[in-house]
């Protein structure tokens, strides 16, 4: 196998793994078989190449790539006389993945903490295991917040 064969099994291998992982946090593998495959590119690609090089049809395409740009992980590029969109990854978008994790977390303690407000104060037990999982998700929410503030990259 030559090198470049080699390169094309690496990134179609790449490509699967990440459907399944967006598949994982709920959303649609293709939405996540998009963002690999301009992840591993490097560079923009065309709407119809990506409806061509994942082997589904536009309107599958057009639903991911709607999602993606709706949570900030890609953007819509033009170039000069060419009619087609193309697609990128966006400048911050592994900022933008932090912080969609991170609103979750918050919203998840949030659920917690109106639940424990609804205990009667009989529930000791209750609330002090329901204290502990909202701390967890503070926790989360804390390192997340942090990750974000790294990996964000400075406004020009």
Do not use: W
């Amino acid at each position: 196998m030559d090198t470049t064969d080699q390169i094309d099994q690496v990134r179609d291998d790449f490509i699967t793994r990440m459907g399944v992982i967006a598949m994982g946090e709920g959303l649609p593998r293709m939405s996540g078989q998009v963002f690999a495959m301009l992840v591993f590119e490097g560079e923009p690609i065309a709407f119809g190449a990506l409806s061509r090089r994942l082997s589904v049809s536009r309107a599958t395409i057009s639903t991911s790539i709607r999602l993606l740009e709706e949570r900030g992980l890609i953007r819509r590029v033009n170039k000069t006389g060419d009619r087609q969109d193309y697609f990128q990854l966006a400048d911050d978008a592994y900022a933008a993945m932090t912080k969609y994790a991170l609103a979750g977390t918050r919203h998840a303690k949030a659920e917690i903490n109106d639940t424990i407000n609804k205990l009667p104060t009989e529930a000791d037990g209750v609330r002090a295991r329901l204290d502990s999982f909202a701390e967890f998700y503070e926790t989360i929410s804390t390192a997340l917040d942090d990750v974000a503030t790294r990996v964000s990259k400075p406004k020009i």
